[in-house]
Each structure stands twice: as C-alpha cells, then as structure tokens.
C-alpha cells in the first residue's frame, strides 16, 4: 500500500471515529424487542402450561440477545463512543449495565487496562498471569470460564475495579452496586414471580452464555500475541448475529481503533482488510468454528 492510500485510509477511519447520535435508536429497538418477547412468552404459559416452556425456547432466545445487546452498550459507554457529552454516555451507559447487574465503572477499569497490556502481564483477563506454568489448571479455568464466568464476573469486576481503581473510580463503584442491590430489591418486591422467571431469570441464562462465550471468543488460543492483529480474532458472522452483538465480533478492529462506535467496526474490517491477510491475522465465519476449536483445544491438552 503507497503513502497516499494510506493517508487516505487513516483520514476514513478517522471520519469512522466521529459519534452519531442516532444509533442510540437501537437501545429502545431492543428493548421493544425483549418486551415483545417476553409479552409473547408469559401468554404462552398461560395457554400452553409445562408446555409453554418448550414452546418458548426461540423467545427465550430472543429476549436474551435482545438484553444481551442492550448491555453492550455499557462497553460502548467505557470507550467513551455512546455520546459526545461525558456525562450522558455514562449515564447510559452505567443504566445499560444494570439490567443485566453490571457496574459499568468497574468493568472500566479493567477492560481498560485490557486493550493497555493486551495478553501481557498487567492485563487482567490473561489466565496465565495466575497459572503460568501448569496447562492443566488453565485449562480448568477455561472451561469454567465457558460454563461459570459471568455468574463470577458479577462478583470479580467489582472487586478487582475497586483493588485497582483510583478514589473516584471507588466511588462510582460503590454506587453502582448500591443502584443494582435496590434495582433487585425493587424488581423482587413489585414484579410477579412469573414475569421474573420468564421475563428475566430463564433468559439471562442465554445471556450468561452468549456473555461466555463471545468473550473467550475475542483471545482464547491467542495469548501469546500482544499485538491486536495476531492477539484478538474477528469473527465475520451472519448479520443477525453482528446485530444482537453490536459488532463486537470485529474485535481486531476494535482493538485497533477502541474509540470507533460499534456501527462503524465493520466498514474498519473492510478498509484494513488487506493489512488483516497480510498479518496473518485470525479471522472466522462462525461462533460455532471457534466452539470446536476450543473443544479441540482441550482434547490436546488432556492428550499431550
């Protein structure tokens, strides 16, 4: 690539940086979304009985993408790229968090010093940095991290924020987690056990996994790599899934440029496509490839 093309493309993807405030339409989508789902869901119940639970796997399914997708957002809000006023993107943020009980100024912390010391020592998502030497144990994590992490997480992104982050940081902590304990008191006290159950408990439990899994996804099998072309995989899926994702599955691109939204992670993969093939970066066409990649992974492990 000459000079001028790559003037060109570095003035594009800075036009790619500039927020657009309109995309924040697709928070209310989703929300619409999970409200017709479970709408659907709890009339299900009450026509079909036991029955009713089976019958609404595919809503299940969908009001969990749909908060799965509106929680999202909160990452956006870390970065800084919901909204050009500070203090609305955190504010969204921070609330996006909470449905799902996320404290967005934890999760701020951490994942900043991630993209900081990406799969070196310092970056707090590397399971090696606590089990260097045994394969075994990793591979123990890594299976609990697939089945368990967000269930952990919920517990460990406060806590480790609050060890590592500054006074402020501490602060909005703590009141994170004073908003998502009244948030819970007061969804136990007002809402029907049924609305709970199928409006939120069954499907978070998709959440938990789409969670897991989308986040092994981005670095598992390439810790060695510090830089972002050859230690983060993009996954270049259908167009329903980059939806309910918010293009996070561009995760190169991300870590590349963390200040471009989301709705504009794509057009990055198509302009520095050449420079992905030209570093041999990591690039697949499904959650499902990288599943079985993972599977094979472990079998090695145990064979070795």
């Known amino acids: 690539m000459n000079s001028s093309q790559k003037s060109l493309d570095s003035e594009i993807i800075k036009e790619l940086m500039v927020i657009k405030h309109r995309y924040l339409l697709k928070i209310p989508f989703l929300l619409f979304l999970y409200i017709f789902a479970v709408s659907i869901t709890i009339y299900f119940q009450q026509i079909f009985g ?3 639970y089976f019958a609404s796997l595919p809503l299940y399914l969908l009001a969990g993408a749909s908060l799965h997708g509106i929680c999202l957002f909160t990452h956006e809000g870390v970065h800084g790229t919901l909204h050009t006023n500070k203090w609305i993107n955190d504010f969204i943020g921070s609330l996006t968090g909470y449905i799902v009980l996320q404290t967005m100024a934890g999760y701020r912390v951490l994942h900043l010093k991630h993209h900081k010391y990406l799969n070196i020592e310092g970056d707090p998502g590397l399971l090696k940095t606590y089990f ?3 394969k075994y144990i990793i591979a123990m994590m890594e299976w609990g991290y697939f089945l368990f992490g967000y269930i952990a997480f919920l517990s460990i992104i406060p806590y480790k924020g609050f060890k590592k982050g500054t006074k402020i940081d501490r602060l909005l902590i703590t009141l994170d987690i004073v908003i998502i304990i009244l948030f819970v008191w007061l969804s136990l006290s007002l809402l029907p056990l049924d609305l709970l159950l199928h409006g939120w408990l069954i499907p ?3 959440v938990h996994f789409m969670m897991n899994i989308r986040g092994m996804s981005q670095h598992l099998m390439l810790e060695d790599h510090h830089d972002p072309y050859k230690g983060a995989r993009t996954i270049v899926a259908h167009p329903i899934v980059d939806f309910f994702l918010c293009n996070e599955n561009y ?3 991300h870590h590349l440029y963390p200040t471009v939204p989301w709705y504009n992670l794509k057009k990055v993969h198509k302009i520095i496509k050449n420079n992905l093939n030209n570093n041999n970066s ?9 599943i079985l990649q993972f599977f094979n992974k472990t079998v090695n492990t145990i064979k070795a």
């Open 282 to 290: 990591t690039i697949i066409f499904s959650f499902r490839e990288f």
């Open 50 to 52: 036991i029955y009713g």
């Open 251 to 253: 995760h190169i691109e």
């Open 132 to 134: 260097k030497s045994n």
């Open 204 to 206: 978070m439990i998709f």
